[in-house]
């Protein structure tokens, strides 16, 4: 065997050290509570059909309102198309938009651009909340659709517990805009009722996935600790 020279050593230890570099773990690929919600870009977004409508109705009226609305839902979708981002978002913000405008349309009110959006926010929390009590919390059920962890967590009462603390988040956050919204839709409030939307919108729905990774965490760590899921490779 050829003996190695210190220069030779140095050489292998540091090839050595480079093939040991340590790789990212799935914590830090994780996305930030903002950055599933649709991140800083999606929070303008949202805000801006509901800006446009609210401004040209105070200076126009609600036709112009309409139109400006869905002119700027759509502009938004073309961007993204140019920029070849996503369009589910988009074309989910101009879905949104036309439904409210029709309505709005529909019934010669402004406010009830906003209608929609208050009724899905108590169907919501009425979901939320049931899924709880029948012992399927939604949190847990849509993080084990996205991941394909299935249902190992219900195996385990912590785990249930967690994910049913983040789902009665989540409820309280859709009833929140309810109770909110609703209050303003009966004063009508229409330049509140939009603040309210946005102030509403994505930032709370940022904090409830928050709650809702937190209890994805604190279940997955604990399930792994049982030997229900498997650990992390080294």
Partial sequence: ???????EAATGMRTTQATQVPQPTDHQKQ??????????????YSALPVAAFVV???????????IASAAVALAIAVERLVRKESLQP?????FGVVIAA?????????????????????AGAILFLLSVLVRWPLAAVLYSATT???????????SLLYYDIATLVMAAIFGARFVVGKWLYDADEIGSLGVAKVMMGFPLLALGLLVVAWAARASDKR????????????
Avoid: E, H
């Avoid at 988009?90 to 101009?94: D, F, P």
């Fill in 90 to 94: 988009a074309l989910g913000g101009v």
């Fill in 31 to 44: 996305p930030s509570a903002l950055d599933r919600a649709g991140g800083t870009k999606g929070l303008v």
């Fill in 148 to 158: 394909g962890k299935g249902t190992v967590w219900r195996s385990d009462k912590r």
């Fill in 56 to 66: 040209a109705n105070s200076l126009r009226g609600l036709k112009v309102a309409i």
């Fill in 223 to 234: 399930l792994k600790a049982l030997g229900l899921l498997p650990a992390k490779r080294a």
């Fill in 1 to 7: 065997m050829k003996p190695t020279g210190p220069q």
């Fill in 102 to 122: 029709g309505i709005s349309w529909y019934t010669g009110s402004a406010k009830d651009f906003f209608l929609i959006g208050i009724w899905a926010s108590l």
